[in-house]
């Protein structure tokens, strides 16, 4: 069975742990740690591949002897677990392939290993599991190890820092699923998954689980405003745990949406669409803003997936505003563009985090102002990178733009929808996805231009080096199916249909049926799209043209000075800097979004001092919403420190008290 195959693989990842504990500090054990994760990944991505593919496949169950002993730990393989098994699997097996070369470059590589395959087991178990509690425990499991790895370069202050708001804003999450768990067992306490399923809750209490859900899965995927650990964990975590934080684990709290949504609150009602557009479409433009504000090229990726995750809730949404209306082509669109855009995400996130990591080993910086030029001695790294950024930006003929088309396609049917809240909210975020995929293509070019491009800003981008082969092979496999799902989505999207057939008993057409290897996600007259076509036309194109300048052109060698600006000055510093590139539109955006303020220090004529500009942005999520309750808690704490000092007769009138009021309230109740 698919799914003892795949809980052996978890059972490998967990006894690899254990290996890595014991001989943590051998030499070797990296590449034994590594390459053994790599085979277990592929093992699973096989594993969840094969049940998918075989669409009529039945769902497979297990009950194992762990958990509460009433009920046991329950794991379930169907269409959408097999398919979110694809890619967490696919992830783990890539990063893993890419940490074979990068893991010799880290400082502290007995701090990753006991934890590595740790986390890679977790997230599968969170996705297998088919009870609250199996799910609870994995999802627990999953944050502690993960936040193991963010603290695994625990010299630095910012990162324990990052690793104590990852475990609150984790913690925080996890109680909100609890409490949802909780409604939707009710008062019989029916944990199994089975259960729920069979016994949806009333429109009050599933309104309730809703609202828990969005900020339980939320804070994990990074929805704002409760993203603030994401742009401080992600960064700080070795690139290879990075990309699978970022493109795997985030997809994880999206599968919890999805399964918690779509399968246990029964029919939806029309208003649930609501916060889940909203919330999805302000994620979407405020988290490529905050981006584009970075010169940390590390955490510049790690706000950009904010933003992704902001356009896979925005198909969500969708699809459940036309899940409730009956309209089930233009749902299984919605569905469609959302979980290819999970898929899309993983592929072109996990390879910019190994760009961005190949950039740090090699030159020990992730700051954008002290890169550049790496284009010259890194070509293979800018390369994929630059792929990479074209696939985020959703330019054709790289996967990003197929499911960000799609998505657009499904906007574009919101007229047929009967409320007019929906009816005028969809096209406002469509109109907000369109502004950050704009805002995208601005943010990448920065991050491509700053760190690849120009002149070297500093010695370290003068003297680096090409990254190790295993780490070029991992990124070369991302890239490589980035290309193949933009030339050929037809396979992925048909792959798709029994993932939303399950979650809302409709499918898009076969796209294997379409001539010329083309997409209709609708109908013909309403909108195609063929990857294949405009690959071919930009190939021959962009080779014609090479063609005809090397022959007609002029075979006469001119040299000349190349154009500097207006600033004949030959430093590296007379170039554009990051943060300069992004002013205009800081001072567009920037004073709403983040209060930015400028402010400039002239000197005085005749004064020897440097005039200084300096600009102070703030996160008004974290001002408006945990600040306030930082300064609560540590009032309270300061307040409430004063009944460690009473004495013991206190002590016991506390008690006494105490139990006194509990008997009153007893007493009442009864």
Same mark, same amino acid.
């Given at each position: 069975?698919?799914?003892?195959?795949?809980?052996?693989?978890?059972?490998?990842w967990?006894?690899?742990?254990?290996?890595?504990?014991?001989?943590?500090?051998?030499?070797i054990?990296?590449?034994?740690?590594?390459a053994?994760?790599?085979?277990?990944?592929?093992?699973?991505?096989?594993?969840?591949?094969?049940?998918?593919?075989?669409?009529?496949?039945p769902?497979?169950?297990?009950?194992l002897?762990?958990?509460?002993?009433?009920?046991?730990?329950?794991?379930?393989?169907?269409?959408l677990?097999?398919?979110?098994?694809?890619?967490?699997?696919?992830?783990a +097996?890539t990063?893993?392939?890419?940490?074979?070369?990068?893991g010799?470059?880290?400082?502290?590589?007995?701090?990753v290993?006991?934890f590595?395959?740790?986390?890679?087991a977790?997230?599968?178990?969170? %996705?297998?599991?088919? =009870?609250?509690?199996?799910?609870?425990?994995?999802? @627990?499991?999953?944050?502690?190890?993960?936040?193991?790895l963010v603290?695994?370069?625990?010299?630095?202050?910012e990162?324990?820092?990052?690793?104590?708001?990852?475990?609150?804003?984790?913690?925080?999450?996890?109680?909100?699923?609890?409490?949802?768990?909780g409604?939707?067992a009710?008062? @019989?306490?029916?944990?199994?998954? +089975?259960?729920?399923?069979?016994?949806?809750p009333?429109?009050?209490?599933?309104?309730?689980?809703?609202?828990?859900?969005?900020?339980? !899965?939320?804070?994990k995927?990074?929805?704002?405003?409760?993203?603030?650990?994401?742009?401080?964990a992600?960064?700080?975590?070795?690139s290879?745990?990075?990309?699978?934080?970022?493109? #795997?684990m985030?997809?994880?709290a #999206?599968?919890?949406?999805?399964?918690?949504?779509? !399968?246990f609150?029964?029919?939806?009602?029309?208003?649930?669409?609501?916060?889940?557009?909203?919330?999805?479409?302000?994620?979407?433009?405020?988290?490529?803003?905050?981006?584009?504000?970075?010169s940390?090229?590390?955490?510049?990726?790690?706000?950009?997936?904010?933003?992704?995750?902001?356009?896979?809730?925005?198909?969500?949404?969708?699809?459940?505003?036309f899940?409730?209306?009956?309209?089930?082509?233009?749902?299984?669109?919605?569905?469609?563009?959302?979980?290819?855009h999970?898929?899309n995400?993983?592929?072109?996130?996990?390879?910019?985090?190994?760009?961005?990591?190949? $950039?740090?080993?090699?030159?020990?910086?992730?700051?954008?102002?002290?890169?550049?030029?790496?284009?010259?001695?890194?070509?293979?790294?800018?390369?994929?990178?630059?792929l990479?950024?074209?696939?985020?930006?959703?330019?054709?003929?790289?996967?990003?733009f197929?499911?960000?088309?799609?998505?657009?396609q499904?906007?574009?049917?919101?007229p047929?929808?009967?409320?007019?809240?929906?009816?005028?909210?969809?096209?406002?975020?469509?109109?907000?996805?369109?502004?950050?995929?704009?805002?995208? +293509?601005?943010c990448?070019?920065?991050?491509?231009?700053? +760190?690849?491009?120009?002149?070297?800003?500093? =010695?370290?981008?003068k003297?680096?080096?090409e990254?190790?082969?295993?780490?070029?092979?991992?990124?070369?496999?991302?890239?490589?199916?980035?290309l193949f799902?933009?030339?050929?989505?037809?396979?992925?999207?048909?792959?798709?249909?029994?993932?939303?057939?399950?979650?809302?008993?409709?499918?898009?057409?076969?796209?294997?049926? #379409?001539?010329?290897?083309?997409i209709?996600?609708?109908?013909?007259?309403?909108?195609?799209?063929?990857?294949l076509?405009v690959?071919?036309f930009?190939?021959?194109?962009?080779?014609?043209?090479?063609?005809?300048?090397?022959t007609?052109?002029?075979?006469?060698?001119?040299?000349?000075?190349?154009?500097?600006?207006?600033?004949?000055d030959?430093?590296? #510093?007379?170039?554009?800097?990051?943060?300069?590139?992004?002013?205009?539109?800081?001072?567009?955006?920037?004073?709403?979004?983040?209060?930015a303020r400028?402010?400039?220090?002239?000197p005085?004529?005749?004064?020897?001092?440097?005039?200084?500009?300096?600009? !102070?942005?703030? =996160?008004?999520a974290?001002?408006?919403i945990?600040?306030?309750? %930082?300064?609560a808690?540590?009032?309270?704490?300061?307040?409430?420190?004063?009944?460690?000092?009473?004495?013991i007769?206190?002590?016991?009138?506390?008690?006494?008290?105490?139990?006194i009021f509990?008997?009153i $309230?007893?007493?009442?109740?009864?």
């Amino acid at each position: 069975m698919t799914l003892i195959a795949l809980l052996w693989c978890i059972a490998a990842w967990l006894g690899l742990s254990v290996f890595a504990v014991v001989v943590a500090r051998t030499a070797i054990v990296g590449t034994i740690v590594y390459a053994a994760c790599l085979a277990i990944g592929m093992l699973g991505l096989s594993a969840g591949l094969e049940h998918l593919i075989a669409a009529t496949a039945p769902a497979e169950t297990i009950i194992l002897p762990l958990g509460l002993p009433w009920l046991g730990a329950n794991f379930r393989l169907d269409n959408l677990s097999a398919f979110f098994v694809l890619v967490v699997d696919l992830g783990a +097996a890539t990063a893993s392939l890419y940490a074979l070369g990068y893991g010799r470059h880290e400082s502290e590589q007995h701090r990753v290993l006991p934890f590595y395959p740790a986390f890679l087991a977790a997230m599968n178990l969170v %996705v297998l599991a088919d =009870d609250a509690f199996t799910f609870l425990v994995s999802w @627990e499991l999953m944050s502690l190890v993960s936040w193991a790895l963010v603290v695994a370069h625990h010299h630095d202050r910012e990162n324990i820092r990052a690793g104590y708001v990852y475990l609150l804003m984790a913690s925080f999450g996890t109680v909100a699923l609890l409490l949802a768990f909780g409604l939707l067992a009710g008062p @019989e306490g029916s944990y199994a998954f +089975a259960e729920l399923r069979l016994h949806p809750p009333s429109e009050t209490l599933a309104a309730a689980v809703l609202a828990l859900t969005i900020v339980g !899965t939320g804070s994990k995927a990074g929805l704002i405003p409760l993203h603030v650990w994401l742009p401080l964990a992600h960064p700080a975590a070795p690139s290879h745990v990075s990309a699978l934080m970022s493109g #795997v684990m985030t997809k994880v709290a #999206v599968y919890a949406f999805i399964r918690i949504v779509f !399968t246990f609150l029964g029919p939806p009602q029309w208003w649930w669409a609501l916060p889940v557009l909203i919330a999805g479409a302000a994620s979407a433009v405020i988290g490529v803003l905050y981006a584009l504000n970075q010169s940390d090229l590390k955490k510049l990726l790690a706000y950009s997936t904010i933003d992704n995750i902001g356009v896979i809730f925005i198909g969500l949404g969708l699809a459940l505003a036309f899940q409730t209306n009956a309209l089930g082509a233009a749902a299984a669109l919605a569905m469609a563009a959302a979980l290819l855009h999970v898929f899309n995400h993983a592929l072109f996130k996990s390879l910019l985090f190994f760009g961005a990591g190949a $950039v740090l080993t090699s030159t020990g910086e992730r700051n954008l102002e002290r890169l550049g030029g790496l284009i010259h001695t890194m070509p293979v790294t800018a390369f994929l990178f630059l792929l990479a950024s074209m696939a985020i930006c959703a330019l054709p003929p790289l996967n990003g733009f197929v499911s960000e088309w799609l998505t657009f396609q499904a906007v574009l049917i919101s007229p047929q929808l009967p409320q007019w809240s929906l009816r005028l909210i969809v096209p406002a975020v469509g109109a907000m996805l369109a502004l950050a995929a704009a805002l995208t +293509a601005a943010c990448f070019v920065k991050a491509f231009g700053f +760190a690849f491009l120009g002149r070297p800003r500093s =010695d370290v981008a003068k003297r680096a080096v090409e990254t190790d082969t295993f780490s070029l092979a991992g990124m070369f496999s991302l890239g490589a199916l980035c290309l193949f799902i933009g030339i050929l989505p037809g396979f992925v999207i048909d792959r798709l249909a029994p993932v939303t057939q399950f979650l809302l008993s409709a499918r898009l057409p076969v796209q294997a049926d #379409v001539p010329w290897l083309s997409i209709i996600p609708i109908s013909e007259g309403r909108s195609s799209y063929n990857g294949l076509l405009v690959f071919l036309f930009i190939l021959i194109s962009s080779l014609g043209a090479v063609l005809v300048i090397h022959t007609f052109a002029s075979r006469k060698v001119r040299r000349s000075a190349a154009w500097d600006c207006g600033f004949p000055d030959p430093r590296p #510093v007379t170039q554009y800097s990051a943060d300069s590139f992004v002013q205009p539109l800081r001072r567009v955006y920037g004073t709403l979004v983040f209060l930015a303020r400028e402010k400039v220090q002239m000197p005085t004529p005749g004064e020897m001092s440097p005039a200084r500009f300096t600009v !102070t942005m703030q =996160d008004l999520a974290w001002r408006l919403i945990y600040s306030p309750i %930082v300064h609560a808690v540590e009032f309270s704490a300061e307040r409430l420190n004063v009944l460690q000092f009473m004495t013991i007769r206190r002590y016991l009138a506390l008690v006494f008290s105490a139990l006194i009021f509990l008997l009153i $309230v007893l007493a009442s109740w009864t």
